[in-house]
């Protein structure tokens, strides 16, 4: 895929805690990277993460819609705000075919399992209920096919013996924030 080149706008769509958002924006500001996070959307008001970008001074709205109107008023947001990259982080809506065509720009999304294994919901559950001996996350290209992008970065965590899907999920979401703004200085060429 070709790189992006330039002063690269991100948009990150959110659905509440937002830790991973968090980590984007302190990653590019004390890395001073190519790529800033200059809007933020959310499909739920109550979403923490629209607190964090407020603080930070970046643009952010709620949009709580249902599909298609929420696409069609983020995508004039988006066009607004002159956006490059989209970044899913913890946005539960699944977005459609048209709303990506209509994207002229690379959507990616972090998932917290190791694609191409346990696409969807309650991925950690699955993986300790399959026995796996590491589970982890993985950062790929939105298509219209769920989960099922080109993987940019991917990274490992071991199951431990004694782990439920909440303590394992903490350790993955602690490797999630390294990764993902990694994953944006791969798509975004320094
Ligand atoms: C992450 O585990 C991500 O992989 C998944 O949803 C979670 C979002 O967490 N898609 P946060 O909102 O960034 O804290």
């Known amino acids: 895929m070709k790189k992006l080149t330039g002063n690269i706008n991100v948009c990150v769509f959110i659905s509440g805690r937002g830790s991973n ?16 996070v200059k809007l933020v959307i959310s499909n739920k008001k109550e979403a923490k993460g629209l607190v964090y970008a407020k603080k930070n001074k970046i643009f952010n709205y709620a949009i709580v819609k249902k599909m298609p109107q929420f696409e069609k008023k983020a ?7 002159k956006i490059n990259l989209l970044c899913l982080a913890g946005f539960i809506k699944i977005l459609s075919k048209e709303f990506i065509q209509k994207c002229k720009f690379k959507i990616i999304n972090i998932h917290p399992s190791l694609l191409p294994k346990y696409k969807g919901l309650n991925t950690h559950e699955r993986a300790i209920k399959a026995g796996d001996k590491y589970s982890g996350s993985t950062v790929h290209y939105v298509t219209a096919k ?14 431990l013996k004694a782990d439920n899907p909440s303590s394992l999920a903490k350790r993955v979401l602690k490797a999630e924030h390294s990764i993902y703004p990694k994953a944006i200085d791969i798509v975004c060429e320094k």
Do not use: A, M, R
């Open 21 to 36: 958002l968090k980590e984007l924006i302190k990653y590019s500001k004390k890395n001073n990277t190519n790529w800033k």
């Open 75 to 81: 995508l004039n947001y988006l066009k607004k705000n």
């Open 146 to 159: 769920l989960d099922s992008g080109k993987k940019i970065i991917q990274t490992k965590v071991k199951v």
